[in-house]
């Protein structure tokens, strides 16, 4: 289950995951200067939509991906805010992949892995769909819309 890591919320301050025991949650690796950067706006109206009903969309930004995503968390903060009206959490930056990869990422990666059983997170905007009990339900890939993902989220609430 998710529930026992914690990661640093955009101001540093450690923020435990079990916070979110008992809700749907979509955990994101995003970039401020990615072509699917526009999937910051579907995602936010994913989460308005659902948000009422115990669904959090979590993003983490990463900048492992073609160097898109330099800007302190500061930054990135303001920029999805001021760029996609982002009002869903949004932790600060991470690693995915790798020996400093953050353990949340390990576990998503381990529980639900991609395309013929990588654990490698690909690109950015890689999606994790988890349930209300915390367990890993479905990995999507960064093509996959927003859109695409609500039937899915719906089917968990």
Not at 122 to 141: A, H, M, P, Q, Y
Request: proline share 6%.
């Amino acid at each position: 289950m998710i529930y026992q890591y914690e990661a640093a919320d955009m101001s540093g301050k450690l923020q435990p995951l079990s916070k979110y025991e008992g809700d749907v949650l979509l955990i994101v690796n995003t970039a401020s200067k990615c072509g699917f950067t526009p999937q910051l706006d579907g995602l936010e109206k994913l989460y308005e939509r659902y948000q009422g009903q115990g669904f959090h969309i979590l993003g983490f930004p990463c900048n492992q991906f073609g160097n898109q995503d330099p800007g302190s968390n500061e930054e990135i903060n303001e920029f999805c805010q001021l760029n996609y009206g982002v009002t869903f959490p949004m932790f600060a930056k991470v690693d995915v992949n790798g020996k400093d990869a953050h353990p949340l990422f390990q576990y998503l990666s381990k529980e639900a892995p991609g395309l013929l059983g990588s654990k490698t997170i690909k690109w950015n905007f890689t999606k994790f769909l988890v349930d209300r009990n915390g367990n890993v339900i479905e990995r999507f890939s960064p093509q996959t819309t927003p859109d695409e993902i609500e039937t899915a989220v719906k089917r968990l609430l």
